[in-house]
C-alpha cells in the first residue's frame, strides 16, 4: 500500500494498514502536525485535505485514502515560497494559545480560502464550526483568515 | 471462547475508603524560587544565551513573557535568546504552574540572575558559575515602563505549531515505542471497581497484540486498572472490544439527583452554621426581611483541553526512566513515579513538553504513571494518551457548587450581606487526596481553593460568608480560576440584583460600594469603552466586576439579545483588566479574551452529565465548548499603571459568565439561577 501524502509516495508497512490514517500519520510516518482530540471526528485537531477537501483523518481507515491526493500541516508550506499565507497569517495575528488545535484550523482554513478567495465572517464561522479550541482563539482565527485572504489576493494580482 | 474469572473473595465486601494508616499520597511539594535559582535559569555560551524555562508551557505563552524579560535585561535582542523547556535533570526543583504566579514570582529573579550575568559579561567574565547579589527590582531594565509600545515578538513555539513540527507529549517517538491503555470501569475512580472477567484469548489473537498487564499499581484511587499494551494505536481499540471486560462497580445511587442532593445548600444551612468561614463582621440578622434573596447553582464543568493528557515513557540505561509529560507540575510527576516504581528520584528523568491545554486539570499523576507501569511491564518505550471518554470520566473537574445568597438595604446601600455555600473540594482535591485525610485537612485547613473569590470587593457594615465541604462521588479539582469563577459568577448575580432592588444602575451601584480604586478604576474603563447599548426587544447589557487574587481586577459589559424561544446570543463582550505592569501586553490580550470565552461556555453550555455512579458525558456531543459561531467580537482594554505585576491567566474569569446573566436579566427580567443557562426558562410563552 502507497499513499500519496504531502506530493510524496509513502510505503505503508502492513501492520499500520488496519490502523486510521492519523495514527498512520503520526505514529508510522512522524507527520505528527495533526492531532488526536477526540477520536470520534468531533473536535476537528486531526484534520487533513483529501482531495483537497477537509476530513477527519481520526475516522478515515487509511485503506479508504490509498490513491488520493492527502494534505497534511507539514505539507502546506513549501522550501521556494516558505510558509503558506494562512500560516504566516496565523503567525502575525499570534493566534496559537497552547496551540493543539492550531494545525487542524489551520489546514481547514486554507481549503476555506481555496473555495472562497474572500470569505465573510458568516462563511469563516460555516467552516471553521466543527473545529473546537478550548483557549478562546476564535476571534483571532477569524482575523488571521481574513488577512491571508487579503495576502492570497495580493499574491494573485 | 474462554473468559478468564479471578478470585473475587471479599471484593463483596470492599466498602469506602483508604483507612488511615495507608500510606500518604504524593502531595506537590512547593518550594519558592529565588535568585540563587534563577542563575540556573539563564546560560551563556559563546555569544548564544539559553534559558531554562523554569514554568510549564501551556499556551499562557510564558516562555515568551519570560524571554523577553531575559532580553530586555542583558540587553540582547530576544532572537538570540534560545528558549529550552528543562528536564529535571537540569535544574533546581520548581513548583507547579498554577494560580496565574508565572510572572509575579519568577520574572523578578530571572531579571535578577540575568543583571548578574550582564554584568559579569561587561566584565569580560565568560566562564564557571556566577555569584553577585541579586539587584532590587528598581534597577532592573526588565520592569522599567516604556515611552511607546512596541510590537510583539515572533511567539515562542509559533513556528513550530503553524508547521506541525513536534512540541507536544504525545508528539515524542522514540525507537520501538508500543502503545498502551488501562481499563478501567465506567464508574467514577472514587467508587471501587475491579475487571473480573474477560476474553483473554481473543485479545491475544487481536494482530498488534503486545501484552496484558495486571498490577495492583494500576490503580487509580479505587478503581482497579487492566492494562493493554498493543503495537498500533488502533490495535488498543480492537483489543479492548474483545476483551470485552465485566466490570465490579459500586455505584451506590449516584447521579446527578443525588449529587444536587448532597450539595444543596438549604439543607446544609437548616442542619446548622456552615463550618468554614470566609468573611465575619459585624452581625447580620438572620430573622429580619431580605431585599435580595438568592438561590443559585452551578453544575460539574470539565476543563476539556483539546489535548488529552499523555505520557510517554522508556527504559533508559543503567536503569533510569526517562519519562515525557505534558504536565503543570513536572517535578509531581517524577516524585509519583519514582516512588511508585521504587527507583531513586534522580533515576526519574522528566522531560517536560508544551502542555495542549491544561486550565488547572493537569496537575495529577494519572495517565503518567501508566506509562511508566506499563512500560515497566513490557521493559519497552510506551506512550499511553487518555481517550476523550477517559478525560471526562477518569478525570476531575470543576466542583459543582449551590450557593444562598442573601442581602438587605437601607437607603440604597448595602447594609448586610450573607453568602452561604455548599462545594467540593478544589485545592484539596478528591483526585488526589483520599477521604480519611480530607477529614483531617477540613478542619484545619477548609479549602482555600473553594473560598477563592468569595471575599467581595464591597464595602458593607455586617457579613456572614460561609461554605461547607462535601466529598462527591465524582472527583472535583482546580479549574480556571480556582473557586473564583463560579463565586464570581454567584456574588455579581446578587449584586445587580441588590442594584435593582435599590432602583440603581448597576454601574453607579457598585462604584459606591468598591473599596479598590484599581478595581472602581477598571469597571470605569471596561464601561467607557463600550459602544452605546445595543437597542431592540428583548436586548441588554450586562456588567460584572471582581478581583482575582488580590492582585489583578476585571470587569465585563455584555450586551446579549434573546431570541423568542430563549436563545441567548451574546452580541458584544468587553472586558477592562489590570494585572499591573505587563511584559507582553498581547499575551495578556490573549488571555483575556480566552476568559471570555469561557465566560461564555460558564454561562451557557458548561455542565458534565452524572449517572450510574460517574460521570456520564463522554465526548464533546454531550459536554460541548463554544464554537466560533457563539463568539461576539470580544473587546479588551489593558490598563497598566506601573504597578507590580500581578497574573492574568485567570483575572477576567471572575466577572465574564456574570456579566451575560447580568445582560439577560436587563434584557428579559428573568434571573438566572441555575447554570447553564436553559433557553426554555426564557421562552416567550
Redesign the interface.
Known amino acids: 500500500m502507497e499513499l500519496d501524502i504531502n506530493g510524496q509516495r509513502q510505503a505503508i508497512a502492513p501492520?499500520?494498514r488496519?490502523?486510521?490514517l492519523l495514527?498512520v500519520l503520526?505514529?508510522?510516518l512522524?507527520?505528527?502536525?495533526?492531532?488526536?482530540?477526540?477520536?470520534?471526528g468531533?473536535?476537528g485537531?486531526c484534520t487533513v485535505l483529501v482531495d483537497g477537501a477537509p476530513a477527519r483523518s481520526c475516522l478515515l481507515p487509511v485503506s479508504a485514502t490509498a490513491g488520493r491526493r492527502i494534505t497534511?500541516?507539514?505539507g502546506?508550506?513549501s522550501a521556494d515560497k516558505g510558509?503558506h499565507p494562512v500560516?504566516q497569517a496565523?503567525?502575525d495575528e499570534?493566534v496559537?494559545?497552547?496551540?493543539?488545535?492550531?494545525?487542524g484550523q489551520?489546514v481547514a482554513a486554507a481549503a476555506l480560502l481555496h473555495e472562497h478567495p474572500l470569505p465573510s465572517d458568516a462563511q469563516?464561522?460555516?467552516a471553521?464550526?466543527g473545529?473546537?479550541?478550548?483557549?478562546?482563539?476564535?476571534?483571532?482565527?477569524?482575523a488571521a483568515v481574513h488577512r491571508a485572504a487579503r495576502a492570497l489576493a495580493r499574491g494573485a494580482q | 471462547m474462554k473468559r478468564r474469572g479471578f478470585l473475587q473473595a471479599g471484593t463483596g465486601l470492599v466498602v469506602g475508603f483508604a483507612l488511615p494508616g495507608c500510606t500518604l499520597p504524593v502531595f506537590p511539594k512547593r518550594p519558592v524560587s529565588g535568585y540563587e535559582d534563577a542563575l540556573g535559569w539563564i546560560h551563556h555560551e559563546q555569544g548564544r544565551f539559553t534559558l531554562r524555562l523554569p514554568r510549564a508551557e501551556?499556551?499562557?505563552?510564558i516562555a515568551t513573557a519570560l524571554r523577553q524579560v531575559a532580553a530586555d535585561e542583558l540587553g540582547v535582542n530576544a532572537r538570540s535568546v534560545e528558549v529550552v523547556l528543562p528536564t529535571t535533570g537540569d535544574t533546581a526543583r520548581v513548583r507547579a504552574t498554577v494560580g496565574s504566579e508565572s510572572v509575579r514570582d519568577f520574572a523578578l529573579p530571572l531579571a535578577q540572575a540575568c543583571a548578574t550575568l550582564r554584568e559579569a559579561l561587561a566584565r569580560g567574565d565568560t566562564q564557571g558559575q556566577l555569584e553577585a547579589e541579586p539587584l532590587p527590582a528598581s534597577s532592573l531594565r526588565a520592569f522599567r515602563r516604556r515611552p511607546e509600545p512596541r510590537a510583539?515578538l515572533?511567539?515562542v513555539?509559533?513556528?513550530e505549531?503553524?508547521?506541525?513540527?513536534?512540541?507536544?507529549v504525545?508528539?515524542v517517538?522514540p525507537p520501538g515505542?508500543l502503545?498502551g491503555r488501562v481499563l478501567r470501569a465506567p464508574t467514577s475512580p472514587e467508587l471501587p471497581s475491579r475487571p473480573v472477567e474477560w476474553n483473554d484469548d481473543d485479545a491475544r489473537a487481536v494482530?498488534?497484540f503486545v501484552a496484558l498487564v495486571r498490577d495492583e499499581r494500576l490503580r487509580q484511587a479505587q478503581a482497579h486498572g487492566l492494562g493493554l499494551v498493543a503495537?498500533?494505536?488502533?490495535a488498543l481499540d480492537r483489543i479492548e472490544a474483545a476483551l470485552s471486560v465485566r466490570w465490579q462497580s459500586e455505584i451506590g445511587g449516584h447521579d446527578g439527583a443525588s449529587v444536587a442532593r448532597l450539595l444543596d445548600v438549604d439543607t446544609h444551612r437548616a442542619r446548622g452554621r456552615l463550618p468554614h468561614e470566609v468573611l465575619d463582621e459585624g452581625r447580620v440578622d438572620e430573622g429580619a426581611a431580605w431585599d435580595v434573596d438568592l438561590r443559585i447553582d452551578i453544575p460539574f464543568a470539565a476543563?476539556?483541553?483539546?489535548?488529552?493528557r499523555a505520557a510517554v515513557a522508556a527504559p533508559g540505561a543503567d536503569g533510569t526512566l526517562d519519562l515525557w509529560v505534558g504536565s503543570q507540575d513536572a517535578w509531581y510527576q517524577r516524585d509519583v513515579v519514582s516512588q511508585t516504581l521504587g527507583l531513586d528520584a534522580q533515576r526519574v528523568r522528566v522531560h517536560p513538553c508544551?502542555?495542549?491545554?491544561?486550565?488547572g486539570g493537569k496537575t495529577i499523576c494519572t495517565v503518567e504513571l501508566e506509562a511508566a507501569l506499563l512500560c515497566e511491564a513490557v521493559r519497552a518505550p510506551v506512550k499511553v494518551?487518555w481517550?476523550?471518554t477517559q478525560e471526562f470520566r477518569q478525570g476531575f473537574h470543576r466542583p459543582p457548587s449551590s450557593h444562598r445568597l442573601r442581602a438587605r438595604l437601607r437607603e440604597g446601600r448595602l447594609v448586610d450581606w450573607q453568602h452561604h455555600f455548599a462545594s467540593s473540594h478544589i485545592l484539596f482535591t478528591s483526585a488526589g487526596v483520599p477521604a480519611w485525610l480530607q477529614r483531617i485537612t477540613d478542619t484545619v485547613a477548609g479549602d482555600p481553593g473553594v473560598a477563592r473569590g468569595a471575599a467581595l470587593p464591597y464595602r458593607m457594615p455586617n457579613t456572614d460568608v460561609r461554605f461547607a465541604l462535601v466529598r462527591l462521588p465524582v472527583f472535583t479539582g482546580p479549574w480556571r480560576g480556582l473557586g473564583a469563577g463560579p463565586n464570581g459568577l454567584a456574588i455579581e448575580s446578587a449584586i445587580d440584583e441588590c442594584a435593582h432592588a435599590a432602583g440603581q444602575d448597576p454601574v453607579d451601584f457598585r462604584l459606591a460600594h468598591l473599596t479598590d480604586p484599581r478595581l472602581a478604576r477598571t469597571l470605569r474603563a471596561a464601561v467607557a469603552a463600550a459602544p452605546p447599548a445595543p437597542g431592540g426587544p428583548r436586548s441588554g447589557r450586562g456588567v460584572a466586576c471582581g478581583t482575582y487574587k488580590q492582585h489583578s481586577h476585571a470587569a465585563v459589559v455584555a450586551d446579549v439579545q434573546v431570541a423568542p424561544d430563549g436563545t441567548v446570543r451574546i452580541t458584544r463582550l468587553g472586558c477592562a483588566h489590570d494585572s499591573g505592569h505587563l511584559i507582553d501586553p498581547?499575551?495578556v490580550r490573549?488571555q483575556c479574551?480566552?476568559?471570555?470565552?469561557?465566560g461564555l461556555g460558564m454561562a451557557l453550555s458548561d455542565a458534565l452529565e452524572v449517572a450510574a455512579g460517574g460521570v456520564s458525558s463522554d465526548?464533546?456531543?454531550s459536554a460541548p465548548?463554544?464554537?466560533?459561531?457563539d463568539?461576539p467580537?470580544?473587546d479588551v482594554v489593558l490598563i497598566d499603571e506601573g504597578e507590580a505585576p500581578g497574573g492574568a491567566g485567570e483575572t477576567i474569569i471572575v466577572a465574564a459568565a456574570a456579566a451575560i446573566a447580568n445582560a439577560v436579566r436587563a434584557a428579559t427580567g428573568h434571573r438566572v439561577t441555575r447554570f447553564p443557562i436553559n433557553p426554555a426558562v426564557l421562552a416567550q410563552t
Open positions: 501492520a499500520w488496519d490502523e486510521r495514527w503520526r505514529e508510522h512522524g507527520l505528527v502536525g495533526s492531532k488526536h482530540g477526540c477520536g470520534v468531533q473536535c485537531a497534511t500541516v507539514e502546506l508550506a510558509l500560516q496565523w503567525l499570534r496559537p494559545q497552547c496551540g493543539y488545535c492550531q494545525a489551520i469563516i464561522d460555516a471553521l464550526a473545529h473546537l479550541c478550548r483557549c478562546g482563539t476564535q476571534q483571532r482565527v477569524r | 501551556m499556551g499562557q505563552q510583539p515572533p511567539l513555539h509559533g513556528h505549531i503553524v508547521t506541525g513540527a513536534p512540541l507536544y504525545a508528539d517517538r515505542l502503545f494482530p498488534g503495537r498500533t494505536p488502533g476543563h476539556a483541553a483539546i489535548e488529552p508544551r502542555v495542549g491545554g491544561a486550565f494518551q481517550t476523550r498581547d499575551t490573549a479574551e480566552g476568559n471570555l470565552v469561557w465526548s464533546f456531543a465548548i463554544p464554537r466560533i459561531h463568539l467580537p470580544l
